[in-house]
């Protein structure tokens, strides 16, 4: 009996590490603070590399090697009151590419509205449904947020579950004295991101994702020419998403993810390619024509 009874934990043990999604990187820097406690930035780290990765947040299995390498980059500049730090968050998110040891950009990411509350030695405490801690909330928002990009990338719209928990913590926020989760304080924060990802109106934004990544970029080692061609017509959807709102923040933050590595893969292709990838970028993203011109053009 007693041995059953290990054996069924064993068992448990085995599918709650498998259970865990995430291999992050955390970093907590608070060099222009002075006059505190460094220990309880090492403590913060510490906590958080446990809270991103050692929870399971799907129901889904991933073996050891399909774990999603992210990281973030917290750095305290301000301290307002002796547990309440201002901020910036840089996340940043790469996957994958089939068949290749290349890893595509996803995410790049930075939260310049960063307002924390920690004290050492505090628990860091999560619920889905509500918000309990300005640090979990905010790690777990952006978790989501890569969950949804993941697993969009692979699949039609397969993110929208874990958009809606994003949304779910941006709800919970609304009575919270941080930036970032309202939508009467900016155009451009954490309301508004989860808004364009979950909006049926610029739905078309997150079929570029799929096409440019599983139909686009996958595909490129095996027919390099099809997978390119692919792309431009994942331009197209991105376009067609910024025409139903002009200047919209979510095609402003795939753009700033993905602009170089756009570069690189018109860089040789086709005149009449590149010109039409390069119509829509100007179209969509007219402040930085000068960098798509730059970018496409061949080296000699």
Known sequence: MIRQIIAILLILIGLSVQAQEFKASISVSASELEGTDRRIFEELQQ????????????????????????????????????????GRLNVVFRRPVFQTSYETPMFNYIDK??????????????????????????????????????????????????YQ??????????SSVEKGWKSFESQRNRYWLVENLLNSSYSSAR?????????????????????RGTITEALEDLRKANRAKPGLYLVSVILDTKREE???????????????ALNILTEIDPANSSSYQRLFATEN
Request: with cysteine.
């Open 262 to 276: 756009i570069g690189n893969i018109f860089k040789e292709a086709s005149p009449m390619d590149k010109t039409r």
């Open 207 to 227: 079929q570029f994702i799929y096409k440019y990544h599983r139909r686009g970029l996958d595909v490129m080692s095996n027919n390099l020419e099809m997978g």
């Open 47 to 86: 906590g958080l590399y446990e809270f991103v990765n050692e929870r399971a947040w799907t129901n889904y299995t991933f073996a050891p090697e399909e774990r999603i390498e992210c990281s973030f980059m917290l750095s305290l500049s301000n301290r307002i009151s002796g547990s309440e730090y201002e």
């Open 165 to 174: 928990k994003a949304q779910n913590i941006v709800n919970s926020a609304q």
């Open 113 to 162: 509205d960063i307002r924390i509350k920690y004290d050492m030695g505090e628990p860091l405490n999560y619920s889905d449904n509500s918000y309990t801690s300005s640090v979990t909330s905010l790690f777990a928002y952006y978790i989501y947020i890569i969950l949804g990009l993941d697993f969009d990338s692979f699949s039609p719209n397969g993110g929208t579950p874990f």
